[in-house]
């Protein structure tokens, strides 16, 4: 998405620089991901690729749930009893980016976009496998024959 990023230093402009944390990108070993452009120069720019550019991944969410609100194609809210539980909420959050992906995935068509989406649906789905991971081990040690 050629989403536009406002109010930047040079560095953050140029793409040397977070543009939500403002971190050095250039340093070695620093993972980025692109998440838009400055509106200025068209320039490609970066965020760290966590928690920066998740950050940015759960606004978008918020703009792919509005278009969904929007759209009549609401995701049903969650069991609000099932909601209580910490690590089942975060995996229902993390599934529902992964759900917003897919609108954004099906409905986009430049590259860099694509790439972008496709690691943000990655790094979500590795949450989100890990987290049912341990929901399903916990709720099959409350077992009631203690099968585990
Ligand atoms: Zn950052």
New binding site residues.
Partial sequence: MDRYFWHLSSAQASGMA?V??G?DLMSEGAAMVMVGRDPATETQVY??KDP?AVGVAVEAEHMAAELRAMTGTEAHSQDASLGQDGEFASLLRDMRILVGNEALLASITDVATLLFLLDLTEHHAGIAAARARVVHDRLRSNEPDGEA
Avoid: L
């Fill in positions: 977070c939500v944390c971190a965020a760290c920066c």
